[in-house]
């Protein structure tokens, strides 16, 4: 987001955007009828759907110019490879392979395309998601729609959120915060380094994310709202409550740029057997995943260390 | 759109929309390698692409307020079912079924999202398909971005703009202009009538597509951006020429509405075999289509009657 102010809200009721996600779920649900058995529709990562035996994974992520970037200073092409990152992200958190993008670009008078579409493109390379088609409007603001369609290799379910059991180990694949410490160095006018990559090319996890899967993960969800907000996310998806002994920041970043700061897009992921998936992880060249605590019967409690988690991150001001 | 004003170009190239989707096509096409023999990507109404067998057809259509739509005459409901219409209109040009549905709502604060919502609702259930995912977002304008995957039913391969030859009919599945005239008329204070109705609510010709792939049409195209920008469209992929001696005007509606009003949805398709078209047509209950003329070999001819045809339509102000 392009101004990362962590707003705690009360810690344990969703605001504004949760909230507008759930009176869509009524609605859309209303008009579809009975959902298929296995198919999984609007409230998690992303969908799942049964195409005559095939199943596909399906996201959708926007990237705005002055809401999810500050073009004052990043490129139009890190909001086009922002979309599509957090796109593919979301496919990542369920342990789905990305194959395929859709692209709609809004576009007011004189938006260098080439430029955007080039961070798209990027990005496509990147996650090996080719764009394979597209719609070109014009608009007020510059608007990258990203949808994305992905598959997932053999039988297992996809990892959903709502997957962790008390007891359960909680890790997250790297430290957090970079992207928001990245966006106040750039506002301060140093334009490199690590902080700064992290801000204008954050990575999409999705190796970590197909690992995890076959390594039976509970549940899992990508950090792209903020740390804070998106665990709560999974634990109220999950029907648990959580006590983290410790949070991984990243050098340079603050405790608050960590829990709030958002679009780090490293996955949280839940598991029975942490050593399983530090192992399959290992196996595949990945880094070791972070310990945060444990999973709790009890949905009430929410903590870390001693105080309680508030929900901290970005929501858009909606209903 | 909101302002259709038929725009002519010149008669024999692209304008700036055109241009951008072909530097669009080059940018993501060297980024994304070679194609899948049999895939289809970016250029036509949809891409087809290939699920370990099982074909997938892809579309994404935005709906922008005050580009597509005049709030002060229509509603965010008529916004939300003409931003799914639009995508799945896309599939039907393809001789595809929409089957799954993904939607981005861009809002401004107090945006009511369940009047907006509603009428994507009410389209998703019209058309059948679904809105199994999405995302929200604060904009500066309304802005309703809709991706949908379809399926082809059985072997035979979708239909592309790009297959008419010389000799093969033209038809259009229902008269045209009636959505710019409707525009027209709720500009002008009237709120109901079936002008009204075919621009607050315009059909996707799902049906008659499906039927003209199963009768072998050469190539199909729907009138989004007007009649005659998608018949250049049709025969510019296709490498042929045309001749009209006639087109089906609304009741109600000017020639330049039908010429160049756009957003009437129904379906151009060009076919060696118009009898058995029509036919197959009537046995699915489907009206008549009307017969506009033939293709003719030489590209540069582009006639309506005894005069060339200019591109009129809606082409975004773009590059």
Chains 1, 2 share one sequence.
Do not use: N
Request: with cysteine.
């Amino acid at each position: 987001v392009a101004s990362p102010k962590p707003r705690p809200a009360a810690s344990s009721s969703p605001a504004g955007e949760d909230r507008a996600i759930g009176r869509l779920t009524q609605i859309m649900g209303r008009a579809a009828g009975p959902r298929p058995a296995g198919d999984l529709w609007i409230g998690d990562d992303a969908a799942v759907v049964d195409a005559a035996g095939q199943r596909l994974v399906l996201a959708t992520d926007a990237a705005v110019a002055g809401v999810h970037a500050d073009l004052a200073v990043v490129g139009l092409d890190d909001l086009g490879w922002k979309g599509l990152t957090a796109a593919v992200s979301d496919l990542g958190a369920m342990g789905a392979v990305p194959r395929w993008a859709l692209v709609t670009f809004g576009l007011p008078p004189r938006t260098d395309l080439d430029r955007l579409a080039g961070g798209v493109a990027e990005a496509s390379v990147a996650w090996a998601c080719p764009v394979v088609g597209g719609d070109l409007t014009t608009a007020d603001q510059v608007v990258v729609s990203v949808s994305v369609v992905g598959l997932l290799d053999g039988p297992r379910p996809a990892v959903t959120r709502a997957g962790a059991v008390g007891g359960d180990t909680l890790v997250v694949t790297g430290p957090l915060g970079a992207s928001a410490a990245g966006l106040r160095w750039l506002r301060a006018g140093v334009s490199d380094g690590p902080l700064v990559s992290a801000h204008r090319r954050p990575p999409a996890r999705l190796a970590a994310g197909q690992v995890a899967r076959a390594a039976d993960a509970t549940a899992m969800i990508d950090v792209s709202d903020g740390f804070s907000l998106d665990l709560h996310r999974l634990a109220d998806a999950s029907g648990v409550g959580f006590v983290l002994d410790d949070l991984p920041v990243a050098e340079g970043a603050t405790t608050d740029d960590a829990l709030g700061g958002g679009e780090d897009y490293e996955l949280i992921i839940a598991t029975g057997d942490p050593d399983a998936l530090a192992a399959a992880l290992a196996a595949a060249g990945l880094p070791a995943p972070f310990v945060l605590g444990r999973c709790v019967d009890d949905p009430a409690v929410r903590r870390l260390g001693r105080d309680d988690l508030p929900r901290l991150g970005w929501e858009h001001p909606i209903g």
